[in-house]
């Protein structure tokens, strides 16, 4: 089946860095990927909405310039948290939408990424 | 706009018991729903999807869920849990206005565990 990996797995960074988190679909072109936040105990919440070639939609409260997002190839997007601090700390997942299909029945998650900003 | 409301944060039942996780929709065009398991610190699992085709669907490992219009519901059942099944859970629904985006709705999820 359809494949999504996330990398690194874990990032452990000083306040005030920045971190990039690839989501990438192993064995099938994606034009649509989404990176939801999840905090500990809690649900997802989708931060925005990835489409090749072009800008991410955001969600509402999501801030565009602080959370990066690239989506360069069919087959990679980036999250980049520019300037990070504490409160970033979470766990983020992506998932992929399939080429040529209809998302609702082909959208791949991938393992997620843990990020702990001291 | 859509929501979705998963009734019990936590559930607890013995080993070869039935599993039993709620699930109510609100969505003012007719809905897309969706199973998904969480492991510890992995990604999400798709256990069953609605797609307007029969109202009962059967998914991986044993889980299936009923949608019921009436009822704005889509719950998820197992008729004899495994200890493999202790997971998070989390019911979600698809965004009607966005169409093919497949932007999704989650549900706060609900823990369950298996007890031996």
């Known amino acids: 089946g359809a494949v999504v990996s996330q990398h690194p797995s874990w990032v452990i960074c000083k306040s005030g860095t920045s971190v990039k988190i690839e989501c990438r679909s192993l064995d099938f072109q994606a034009t649509t990927m989404f990176w939801y936040r999840q905090f500990p105990k809690q649900s997802l919440m989708l931060m925005a909405t990835s489409n090749e070639g072009s800008k991410a939609t955001y969600e509402q409260g999501v801030e565009k310039d602080k959370f990066l997002i690239n989506h360069a190839s069919l087959t990679l997007s980036t999250l980049t948290v520019t300037s990070a601090h504490p409160e970033d700390s979470s766990f983020y997942i992506c998932?992929?939408?399939?080429?040529?299909?209809?998302?609702?029945?082909?959208?791949?998650f991938g393992p997620g990424t843990r990020l702990l900003v001291l | 706009a859509q929501s979705v409301t998963q009734l019990g944060s936590h559930v607890s039942v013995s080993e070869g018991a039935l599993v039993l996780l709620r699930c109510n929709y609100s969505s003012s065009v007719p809905p897309y729903l969706f199973w998904y398991v969480q492991y510890p610190n992995q990604g999400l699992q798709l256990l069953l999807k609605y797609t307007s085709a029969a109202t009962l669907v059967k998914g991986i490992n044993g889980f299936e869920a009923e949608f019921k219009k009436s009822e704005t519901s889509f719950h998820l059942t197992k008729p004899s849990a495994h200890m493999s099944d202790a997971a998070e859970y989390f019911c979600?629904?698809?965004?009607?206005?966005?169409?093919?985006?497949?932007?999704?709705?989650f549900g706060q999820g609900t823990t369950l565990q298996v007890k031996p």
């Open positions: 979600a629904v698809s965004d009607g206005k966005s169409g093919n985006t497949g932007k999704l709705i």
């Open positions: 998932s992929a939408r399939e080429l040529g299909t209809r998302v609702i029945l082909t959208q791949y």
